[in-house]
């Protein structure tokens, strides 16, 4: 079987569709730009600055190769939560990208967070 080597990823822009005030922005940049997290590419298990598991699990779409990205998305139903909304997350790491640094864009609801991982 083929060696799936995990990712560490740094934050280093976030874009939302959000209609916040600017200071807003600024304090979740701060909390988040230059930030790490980790992905396990077996599970797409998030870990760190950005999460994707808090309830339900992440189902990996692809484990990603030279052709295709690695792509996994976890969604949780209002019912599924504590009480809280419904989420969707969804990431895209371009795997295929013959760079040692890959790209990546993490959706979570109306904000994404933009950077690049490499294998760990």
Known sequence: A??????????????T???EPESVRRNQDARYIGKQFTVERRTGVMAGVLKN?????PVVVD????????????TMR????AGAGSMVYALTINEFERAPKKSFIFLENDTAYIGRCEHF
């Open 78 to 81: 209002r019912d599924q939560g």
């Open 17 to 19: 569709a959000s209609l």
């Open 2 to 15: 083929e060696v799936l080597l995990d990712y560490r990823c740094t934050v280093e822009r976030i874009v």
């Open 53 to 57: 598991a808090y309830v339900t699990n």
């Open 63 to 74: 484990t990603g190769s030279i052709d295709n990205a690695f792509k996994v998305v976890t």
